[in-house]
């Protein structure tokens, strides 16, 4: 089954301590990207990369990384949270312009 | 930087009634994508337009894309509970990556 993974789902962490949101695809795509989502906002997007080893910011990078070693991985990296990181976060590949969702990793840092 | 707009921001209808939600950007777009995120869930998906002018129609949903490409409008006609969620458009301009809409919250009443 085509799909996009996240993990984790759930996460409630503390400032400061160092995470990573892993994403894999499955459907070979080049493109990913990562976006927040936030009430009132909608989708915005961290980071994206249009193959490997190729990353570029998006319209609000400040305090994420991101990594592209592989095709099927695209792993996001917080290395050190804030509470105004605390969000919905979504990864995405797209192929043929459409996007494909991930199921969510809902993050809380207090 | 581009902006995309969309009213209204919620809309609670009776189920049958009509529903309609629309997308505005400040710039030309060069295609628009809407989107589908049910509670709980993730964006899905649902069409993309390209041309100036273009109407699609998905079963009950009807999307319209403006004739100067900044605009565009989602009708879904007899709403049904299963239209419950929110929908978001998605703005594409050339040589850029996609902008989403803050989106529209559809409530549907039984």
């Known amino acids: 089954e085509a799909q996009v993974t996240q993990n984790p789902r759930y996460l409630i962490t503390v400032t400061g301590k160092k995470l990573t949101v892993t994403c894999s695809q499955n459907m070979n795509h080049e493109y990913m990207s990562w976006y927040r989502q936030d009430p009132g906002l909608g989708l915005r997007q961290i980071y994206y990369?249009?193959?490997?080893?190729?990353?570029d910011k998006g319209d609000v990078p400040e305090g994420y990384k991101v990594s592209r070693k592989e095709k099927r991985n695209f792993p996001l990296i917080l290395e050190s949270p804030s509470p105004n990181q605390t969000s919905l976060y979504f990864c995405?590949?797209?192929?043929?312009?459409?996007?494909?969702f991930g199921e969510g990793s809902r993050l809380t840092v207090l | 930087g581009q902006q995309v707009m969309q009213i209204p921001q919620y809309q609670h209808v009776q189920e049958g009634e009509d529903f309609t939600t629309y997308c505005n950007s400040s710039?030309?777009?060069?295609?628009i994508q809407w989107y589908k995120q049910r509670p709980g869930g993730h964006p899905v998906f649902l069409i993309q337009?390209?041309?100036?002018?273009e109407v699609k129609k998905q079963k009950r949903l009807t999307f319209q894309f403006g004739e100067a490409k900044k605009n565009s409008s989602l009708h879904i006609t007899a709403t049904q509970t299963t239209d419950v969620g929110t929908y978001f458009c998605a703005g594409l301009k050339y040589g850029q990556n996609f902008v989403f809409g803050p989106g529209t919250r559809l409530s549907v009443l039984p």
């Open positions: 990369s249009m193959n490997v080893e190729v990353t």
């Open positions: 710039t030309t777009l060069s295609n």
């Open positions: 337009l390209v041309k100036s002018g």
């Open positions: 995405a590949s797209n192929h043929a312009g459409e996007l494909f």
